[in-house]
């Protein structure tokens, strides 16, 4: 009989009491290089979270930029954008974009109006991938137990998204501690 493979099944799930043992800065950067495939990024994206939390710890669904309120996931995206300003993937899609705008370009539309639109697009992209990549980030922080999150929003809290549902990030007290030193 063929069975397929779940696509949980390579991950081990944490241990339930992983943040009590978290006392030191060396014990996160541990913790996170056993359950993330990009342990910096990971730890980026702690530290912003860090910072930018609440006293109890907890940061979302909104945070304050610019005069506006953006969601915490397109907040923590638009911070580790520059990151890959050189990425040779960033500077492809980029060519791309250009090249689908310019074939797309009729002869009324201006220089910069087309300009315009494929900057639109780029900053739409980016910020799709970005959004990606900050989940799955976030996921691997639950994982190693040094993160809770949850959804609020539209209706009422609740653990799972949908809805017009928010992310909202908790950080655990002996997390917020040992990261007491960077922040």
């Known amino acids: 009989m063929f069975h397929q493979a779940d696509l949980f099944d390579h991950m081990a799930p944490a241990p339930l009491n992983l943040a009590s043992s978290v006392v030191a800065l060396p014990d996160l950067v541990e913790r996170v290089s056993q359950v993330s495939k990009r342990p910096r990024y990971v730890l980026l994206i702690?530290?912003?979270?860090?910072?930018?939390?609440?006293?109890n710890g907890s940061l979302g669904p909104y945070v304050r930029s610019d005069a506006a309120q953006i969601p915490v996931r397109d907040w923590l995206c638009q911070a580790l954008a520059p990151l890959a300003n050189r990425d040779c993937r960033r500077t492809a899609m980029i060519a791309a974009v250009r090249s689908e705008w310019s074939a797309k370009a009729d002869a009324s539309e201006s220089a910069g109006d087309l300009a315009q639109k494929e900057n639109e697009e780029?900053?739409?992209?980016?910020?799709r991938s970005g959004r990606t990549n900050v989940s799955r980030a976030?996921?691997?922080l639950v994982r190693a137990g040094?993160?809770?999150r949850h959804y609020q929003g539209y209706r009422v809290d609740h653990p799972n998204r949908g809805a017009q549902r928010e992310a909202v990030y908790t950080i655990a007290p002996d997390v917020r501690l040992a990261l007491a030193g960077i922040c």
């Not at 702690?46 to 006293?55: D, M, P, S, V």
Request: negative net charge; aromatic residues 0%.
């Open 146 to 148: 040094l993160l809770h």
């Open 46 to 55: 702690l530290n912003l979270i860090a910072k930018a939390a609440g006293e």
């Open 138 to 140: 976030v996921s691997d």
């Open 122 to 127: 780029i900053e739409a992209r980016i910020l």
